[in-house]
């Protein structure tokens, strides 16, 4: 029931008018290196391929994507829910590591693509943009800010509830 409420949402985002579905394709997550805020290269696979994750996509003076952020680390009950957020930044790790410290209260795993490796495997040709993944697979896309930005944490936390 959660997962099909996820959906709903999904779609209602990308019908309502700002969010757009399709930025990625559906399909196997593509290989590609990320590095972690330590420096600590990450291959896709390593992060995406077990269970269910979202992928937000950012840049660093975005500012749609300071928002989503903001929204997802005020939603009540983020530590518990945000083992599956995936957090990267296309920019350098300091850069990446800065705009991690202006969302504190955000439970995530937060990487860098300073070089858009990932931005340009994921096919991506704008963010913010979040990728919902299962099991190493790409299973929806939303790019651009939602027209009812107060939906994305339920939307988040519906897609990495077991």
Do not use: C, N
Request: charged share 15%; net charge positive; hydrophobic share 50%.
């Amino acid at each position: 029931m959660r997962r099909l409420a996820a959906v709903i949402g999904l779609a209602l985002w990308a019908v309502a008018g700002r969010g757009s579905a399709g930025a990625a394709e559906r399909g196997p997550v593509p290989s590609f290196t990320v590095f972690g805020l330590d420096g600590t290269p990450a291959a896709s696979m390593e992060f995406a391929g077990h269970g269910s994750r979202v992928l937000l996509y950012v840049r660093p003076g975005s500012a749609h994507a300071r928002e989503l952020l903001r929204l997802l680390a005020s939603d009540e009950g983020a530590a518990s829910g945000r083992e599956g957020l995936l957090v990267v930044v296309g920019a350098a790790g300091p850069q990446a590591g800065r705009l991690r410290d202006s969302f504190p209260g955000l439970a995530a795993s937060w990487y860098a693509d300073p070089g858009d490796r990932a931005f340009a495997a994921l096919g991506l040709h704008a963010a913010p943009v979040f990728l919902g993944l299962r099991e190493g697979r790409i299973e929806w896309t939303l790019q651009g800010p939602p027209a009812g930005p107060a939906a994305v944490p339920s939307i988040v936390k519906a897609w990495l509830r077991p």
